[in-house]
Each structure stands twice: as C-alpha cells, then as structure tokens.
C-alpha cells in the first residue's frame, strides 16, 4: 500500500525558513517522480514543485521559485520542501504527492502538513 | 498560464441524481504527443485530493465507474451518475499539458 507521510510544518514568522520532509512507503520510491502541492485555507489546489525519480530535473511555480527548494535523498525514501523568507501568503497545508508512470499526475497523496506564517 | 474555467461553482443534488461538472481551459490541452493531459480529483470534508480520472476518460485504480469523464481540446467535462454520499465534496480539474500545470478552482458537490 502506497503511504506518503508529511512532517515538519507549524508556526513561523514572516522571513524565517523551515523543512517539510515526505517520507514514502509501499513503492520504489527511486523510480517516480514526485510533487509539493498546497492549499491556502478554504482556497483551491495549487502545484508548486515537481522533481524527477533521480533529482535530474526540478521545476517551480513561480510563486515560490528562488524561495523554495525541493530535493529527495533516494536512500532514505524521503522527500524534501526546504521553504526560505516566508511570507504570510504561503500558509497554506502543504502535500506530498506521487507520479503514476501508467497516468495520473498526482496518483496518491499525503494527509498534508499546516504551515502557518504569522508574526 | 492556463486558465481552468469550473462550472457551477456549487452543485446541490438529491442522492441517485446525476451530476455533471464542466471545466473550460484558456488554451487546447492537447500535447504534441497527442495525449491530453486533463485530470479530476476530489477532495472529500477533511481529507486529502483523490484523483478520479486521468488523460480525459481514464478511471483510476478502484473509481467506481459511475464516474465518466469526457471532452476534447478546451471543453471538459465529469459527469457522476447516481450520485451516493461518498461523492460529496469539492471537484477540481487539473492540467498538466502546459507549464506551469494548474487546478481549476473547484465545484462543491452538496446535498440539496
């Protein structure tokens, strides 16, 4: 059974930086691609970062390009959203997501972690 | 970036009505390769998305197949019929064959 577990959000000022991780389980994580994607309370989905199965390619929304960071370390089966000078619009609970080769863009999904930016 | 356009906003139904959800995009949604990259989820109260459909028409793994979807080019649409108490919650169609891939801003599946 595929399980995607997301840890590391809560309460941070505007400016300050913080690490989701996404831990996998129940697949070969190495050989898919995977994907951030978040909801601003009572707002719609939005994606905000892709890596590839091997970290050759990585690609942002602009809305966080420059600010974010996604990277995954294969060996630990783990995910990473690493979040720099946050601003108040990027609260928001924050999923992990995995690619299906077969189709499906976001074929499974995490429970989601909360950030809250606030001072 | 494409614009997914979702009608109606709210859908307020009676269990055993179909319901039908549209989702208009800005630009074609078909890739070079000839596939169209054109996706549906919903998101039940308090949960995760779950993807329904995939590439226009294709059910995920276990989606029960009174969900269909259909459309070409820029018109999409999902269409429940016989709707159960397990379908409410918001739709949202998604794609994924321009860059940056976008969601459209759902539609809230109630009952009336």
């Known amino acids: 059974e595929v399980q995607l577990v997301e840890s590391g959000g809560g309460l941070v000022q505007p400016g300050s930086s913080l690490k989701l991780s996404c831990v996998a389980s129940?697949?070969?994580?190495?050989?898919?691609?995977m994907h951030w994607i978040r909801q601003a309370p009572k707002k719609g989905l939005e994606w905000i970062a892709l890596?590839?199965?091997?970290?050759?390619?990585?690609y942002y929304a602009d809305s966080v390009k420059g600010r974010f960071t996604i990277s995954r370390d294969n060996s630990k089966n783990t995910l990473y959203l690493e979040m720099n000078s946050l601003r108040s619009e990027d609260t928001a609970m924050y999923y992990c997501?995995?690619?299906?080769w077969g189709g499906g863009i976001f074929a499974y999904w995490g429970q989601g972690t909360l950030v809250t930016v606030s001072s | 970036d494409v614009v997914l356009t979702q009608t109606p906003v709210s859908l307020s139904v009676t269990l055993g009505d179909q319901a039908s959800i549209s989702c208009r995009s800005s630009?074609?949604?078909?890739?070079?390769?000839?596939?169209?990259?054109l996706e549906w989820y919903l998101q039940k109260p308090g949960q995760s998305p779950q993807l329904l459909i995939y590439?226009?028409?294709n059910r995920f793994s276990g989606v029960p197949d009174r969900f269909i979807g259909s459309g070409s080019g820029t018109d999409f649409t999902l269409k429940i019929s016989r709707v159960e108490p397990e379908d409410l919650g918001v739709y949202y169609c998604?794609?994924?064959?321009?860059?940056?891939?976008?969601f459209g801003a759902g539609t809230k599946l109630e009952l009336k």
């Open positions: 998604f794609q994924a064959t321009h860059d940056p891939p976008t």
């Open positions: 630009q074609s949604l078909e890739y070079s390769d000839g596939y169209t990259y």
């Open positions: 590439e226009v028409s």
């Open positions: 129940g697949f070969t994580f190495s050989s898919y691609n």
């Open positions: 890596i590839y199965y091997d970290s050759s390619n990585k």
């Open positions: 997501a995995k690619s299906n």
